[in-house]
């Protein structure tokens, strides 16, 4: 199975304890297209400026990754910069620059319109139903938001969800989507307004995958040092759909293992900055790490 991916692109300013990066690539697009195109091949729609040289993503040459939804406007493209602390899960915002993204209207190729699987990046929500209203009949449709959209776009957002089998969410935003601070029953209520799965993520503590039927905890796995979280959540996505539609399979045990691959890709994703560890990073190391976390997990 193939995937469309439709997100935002961007140059992110990164300031950590260990280092400072200026203009490095990111957004929710590439970090997830370059996860999950170590499964099957992807599918990008996204905006740019005309400061960005697309040398920068040099990574999808070795890898199935379409870029013929890439689109170029004048002006410039979308910047991001935010400042992390010894404790990763703790992060300051510094700027958003919109830029060309401001008024990113998503047309989707026309050979990218049967795609079998869309991921849905966090981007607005009126933006994500005018994506699904351009596709036909995907097999699985996979919803990624964010707190600005669940307080300002919250109409536009429960039909998008409502039209998605799976959403993925923080803990965070779960419980500002549902009201509730625990999460099972935040996980309950999405449920209740739509899709068949709910997933949830809980950062270094790990991930909760929901259904009718199932409910199923994964840990993170132990990074030794975590040097740029940026991205890891669209990573983890990225891996989890890539091993859906790598698999072919939507059943509960391959949505267990889809879980973990995520996890994996995550991990492998904050050990450097931007795509730099995951731009040379093997297949077999991902199967090695999966096999690890099973070690963990077994008693």
């Known amino acids: 199975m193939n995937i469309l991916v439709v997100g935002s692109i961007a140059f992110d300013t990164v300031e950590t304890p260990h280092q400072s990066f200026l203009d490095s690539p990111g957004g929710s697009a590439l970090y997830f297209s370059n996860a999950a195109s170590f499964f099957a091949p992807v599918n990008v729609v996204g905006v740019v400026g005309e400061d960005f040289d697309l040398k920068v993503i040099d990574f999808g040459k070795n890898r199935p990754i379409n870029f013929d939804g890439l689109y170029t406007e004048k002006g410039k493209t979308f910047r991001w910069g935010g400042r992390y602390y010894d404790d990763p899960n703790k992060r300051d915002t510094l700027f958003t620059h919109l830029n060309v993204f401001e008024n990113f209207k998503p047309e989707i190729p026309k050979h990218f319109r049967n795609s079998d699987i869309v991921f849905l990046a966090n981007i607005d929500p009126d933006l994500q139903l005018q994506v699904l209203n351009q596709i036909t009949d995907p097999k699985l449709v996979v919803t990624d938001t964010m707190n600005f959209w669940i307080s300002g776009k919250r109409s536009a957002l429960d039909e998008v969800i409502k039209q998605s089998n799976i959403i993925i969410l923080n803990d965070e935003e779960t419980q500002q989507l549902t009201g509730e601070t625990n999460l099972t029953r935040g996980g309950q209520k999405i449920l209740e307004m739509g899709p068949d799965v709910v997933v949830v993520k809980k950062g270094e503590h790990g991930a909760i995958l929901m259904s009718k039927d199932s409910y199923f905890v994964a ?55 931007s795509f730099r560890r995951l731009a040379g990073l093997k297949k077999e190391e991902l199967n090695k790490r999966y096999s690890s976390i099973k070690k963990i997990t077994t008693y």
């Open 219 to 273: 840990p993170a796995f132990p990074v030794q040092k975590v040097v740029d979280p940026t991205g890891a959540g669209d990573s983890f996505a990225g891996g989890f759909v890539g091993y859906l539609a790598e698999n072919e399979g939507f059943e509960d045990s391959e949505l267990r293992k889809a879980i973990i691959y995520g996890t994996v890709v995550a991990s492998f994703c904050v050990e450097d900055f």
